[in-house]
């Protein structure tokens, strides 16, 4: 009886061990999920912010050029 009490108290410790780590895992996984949207949205406004930078390139005029 004492080693069925034992091996019950046993299961129900790792059980909550193995809770406690798949609620870790999933916030961890969740915001890795988000860190990666955050990511994918920052390369996309810096490559449209690039883009636009070459498109608009313009030379600057000098007084020199506004005298000739």
């Known amino acids: ?8 108290k046993q299961s129900e410790e790792l059980s909550n061990d193995l ?14 999920e988000s860190n990666i949207q955050t990511t994918s949205k920052l390369k996309k406004s810096i490559t449209t912010k690039k883009s636009a ?9 000098t007084k020199k050029d506004l005298n000739n």
């Open 53 to 61: 930078g070459t498109k608009s390139v313009k030379k600057k005029k």
């Open 1 to 8: 009886m004492v080693e069925m009490s034992d091996y019950i």
């Open 19 to 32: 809770s406690f780590l798949i609620e870790k895992a999933t916030k961890l996984a969740d915001d890795l």
